[in-house]
């Protein structure tokens, strides 16, 4: 008998394990209720104009199709025992894969919700319409982690206008090591942009951005990156968490018959953390369709074992269209360069080019 395999979320993590596990005599059903694979790494250069949409997404049914695998464009509402309960059907399941990633945190900041944002496709056209039409003076971008350093480094190149990225903690990408930070902020003000660290923002107000000093700076377009956190499905179910996330085991099971990968979940497997990056959504979307076949062919399953953890980051940083950084643990390669630029680029675009006929 064959086994019913439910993906939630036909992104990087959920479209990867379909596709690196068919032909498989397993019977896979995705539930997205997009109707393309889109990727987020792309969407900075997006909203500047330097990548098209087809570069950065794939249709999803042609894909399903081709893999023998159901689409359902539908919303997963919550998990009743073996059954996925969505907008409209209910879906049962021997297996199912949760990789329904990750939603913008506001963290409680007034008027956060109003700004713009890059997190996903719809809201990133949003800006990149707001960026055309109005040709904003002065663009406040809050956060300073990859997706915020990106978005400054485009928009300083596409527009002709004051570009500020503000941080609370006292450097841009806290999370990384002190030498990248350094070196981004270094290659940040070559190109304009203007670096406001140790700025805890209090209020986004119409035309402002209050500060918890008190300062007030006048902005015509605020774009909010700082923050991710579990997605509606997560928070409705009452599996094991951590921080809010899905707490999986070695396996990346969170429970008997139930995966979960990429950004929505805690993985951290031998003392390592598992940074929610592209790179390791895909890894592990590739350790479960190898377990997968190995549960259906009666064999134990394999620990899997992180690449890109908290503590030892693995990342191309794109400045723009003439420079990226590459960092691999607490090693930062060299001088931005137009060599890893192209490097990003292509791996980028490739990967949306494995989902096209
Ligand atoms: C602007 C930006 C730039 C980035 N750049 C990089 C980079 O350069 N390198 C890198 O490694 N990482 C990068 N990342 C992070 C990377 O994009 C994510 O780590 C990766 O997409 C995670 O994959 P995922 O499949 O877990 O989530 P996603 O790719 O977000 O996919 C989740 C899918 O689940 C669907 N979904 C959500 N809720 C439900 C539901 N209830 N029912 C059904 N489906 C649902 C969503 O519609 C979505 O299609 C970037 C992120 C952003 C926002």
Redesign the pocket.
């Known amino acids: 008998m064959s086994v019913k395999v439910t993906v939630?979320?036909?992104?990087?993590?959920?479209a990867e394990l379909i596709r690196v596990a068919s032909p498989s005599p397993l019977e896979f059903t995705l539930?997205?209720?997009?109707s393309q694979i889109?990727?987020?790494?792309l969407?900075?250069e997006y909203l500047g104009g330097l990548a098209k949409l087809e570069e950065l997404t794939a249709p999803l049914r042609p894909f399903c199709d081709r893999m023998g695998a159901d689409l359902l464009n539908e919303?997963?509402?919550r998990l009743e025992d073996n059954t996925v309960v969505c907008d409209k059907s209910r879906v049962g399941f021997d297996v199912a894969v949760i990789?329904?990633?990750?939603a913008q945190n506001y963290f409680g900041v007034r008027g956060a919700e109003k700004t713009f944002s890059?997190?996903t496709l719809e809201e990133t056209s949003r800006a990149r319409r707001f960026v055309e039409e109005k040709n904003p003076d002065r663009v406040m971008i809050m956060g300073s982690g990859?997706?915020g350093v990106?978005t400054a480094a485009v928009l300083s190149e596409s527009l002709d206008a004051s570009i500020y990225i503000v941080e609370a903690r006292d450097r841009v990408l806290p999370q990384f090591s002190l030498q990248t930070s350094k070196l981004i902020e270094k290659a940040l003000a070559k190109k304009g942009v203007n670096i406001l660290t140790s700025h805890q923002v209090c209020e986004v107000k119409e035309d402002c951005i209050l500060f918890a000093d008190g300062i007030c700076l006048d902005c015509d377009m605020a774009i909010w990156t700082a923050g991710i956190k579990p997605?509606?499905?997560i928070q409705n179910l009452s599996f094991p968490k951590k921080n809010g996330w899905i707490l999986v085991d070695p396996h990346l099971l969170a429970k008997d018959g139930v995966f979960a990968?990429?950004?929505?979940t805690w993985v951290e497997v031998d003392g390592k953390l598992a940074t929610?990056?592209?790179?390791?959504?895909e890894r592990q979307a590739k350790h479960t369709a190898r377990n997968l076949t190995r549960q259906a062919e009666g064999k134990s399953l394999e620990r899997y074992s992180v690449r890109a953890s908290t503590d030892s980051q693995v990342?191309?940083i794109?400045l723009g269209c003439d420079c990226a950084v590459g960092v691999v643990g607490k090693m930062c390669i060299g001088a931005p360069t137009r060599l890893i630029y192209s490097l990003?680029s292509w791996i980028?675009r490739s990967f949306i080019r494995r989902f096209k006929v």
């Open positions: 939630i979320g036909g992104g990087v993590a959920g539930i997205e209720p997009k889109e990727l987020q790494a969407y900075p919303r997963a509402l990789a329904t990633g990750a890059v997190n990859l997706t990106e997605p509606e499905f990968i990429g950004d929505c929610k990056t592209a790179v390791e959504a990342a191309l794109s990003k980028d």
